[in-house]
């Protein structure tokens, strides 16, 4: 539903709570998970809420985090998926950072500036889901930076 899943979903749906996730779901409104599907939010808004929850991990942690991003079997659709697409994109790499946005924001460019034909299938799916508004919710809120420099070590 995020469109990809980085170091920012990790950070909020993957450290939430059951209740944290339904409120994540549902944009703030409810943390009855019998009431998710009663109260699912407008895109943006569910992606804001991503962004919220992450930086109120990476505020709790002030510093003390690592963020790894392993772009490998590269699919358009979330590892939680019970019938997951194959992957659309060869093996890209992994890469490190302290900054969640920044290393997101880093995937996402390796990703449209790949020349691997499969990445069209996944950048539909980024778009449609407007997928790069975590990554500007996430910097409005000052979890991180857009900006990074990529050092390739073989």
Do not use: W
Request: hydrophobic share 40%.
């Amino acid at each position: 539903m995020g469109g990809y899943g980085g170091a920012l979903k990790q950070l909020s749906i993957g450290c939430g709570s059951s209740a944290g996730k339904t409120l994540i779901h549902t944009g703030g409104v409810t943390d009855d998970q019998t009431k998710l599907f009663d109260n699912l939010p407008e895109q943006d808004r569910f992606l804001e809420a991503m962004a919220d929850a992450a930086e109120s991990v990476v505020n709790y942690f002030k510093g003390n985090m690592a963020f790894i991003n392993v772009m490998k079997n590269i699919s358009k659709d979330c590892d939680c998926d019970a019938n997951a697409s194959l992957p659309c994109m060869k093996d890209i790499g992994i890469l490190a950072s302290l900054d969640p946005v920044a290393i997101d924001q880093a995937c996402l460019d390796l990703v449209y500036n790949s020349e691997d034909p499969g990445k069209d299938t996944l950048i539909k799916r980024i778009e449609s889901l407007h997928g790069i508004h975590t990554i500007e919710a996430a910097t409005e809120l000052g979890v991180g930076t857009r900006e990074y420099e990529l050092i390739n070590v073989e």
